[in-house]
């Protein structure tokens, strides 16, 4: 069964960066490089929103809300996922989520991280 376990969430002043890192366990790494993988984000009472997806292929897309802000990456050979998010926002405030979409669009989710932006 895959696991997903979302890092790196805390509390941080506007205009300051976290990393989350995403790390994925019962997929082989051959599964693995080919998924798509995604951040997502949920602050309370709004919907779960996309914040980034990377394919295996390392093509990503952003939410227009954070680009050039955040970065997506991922180590296939560790089966990491990483999100650097610079000059954070009080509005970034939310639990972030890891996705993982495999074989057959499969999905996977973790059980998230809070981020905490303070004005």
């Known amino acids: 069964q895959v696991q997903l376990v979302e890092s790196g969430g805390g509390l941080v002043q506007a205009g300051g960066s976290l990393r989350l890192s995403c790390a994925a366990s019962?997929?082989?790494?051959?599964?693995?490089?080919?998924?798509?993988m995604g951040w997502y984000r949920q602050a309370p009472g709004n919907e779960r929103e996309l914040v980034a997806t990377?394919?295996?292929?390392?093509?990503?897309n952003y939410a227009d809300s954070v680009k050039g802000r955040f970065t997506i990456s991922r180590d296939n050979t560790k089966k990491l996922v990483h999100l650097q998010m610079n000059s954070l926002k009080p509005e970034d405030t939310a639990v972030y989520y890891c996705?993982?979409?495999?074989?057959?669009?499969?999905?996977?989710w973790g059980q998230g991280t809070q981020v905490t932006v303070s004005s």
């Open positions: 019962g997929a082989s790494g051959s599964i693995f490089s080919i998924s798509i």
């Open positions: 996705k993982m979409t495999g074989v057959f669009r499969r999905e996977y």
């Open positions: 990377i394919t295996g292929g390392g093509s990503t």
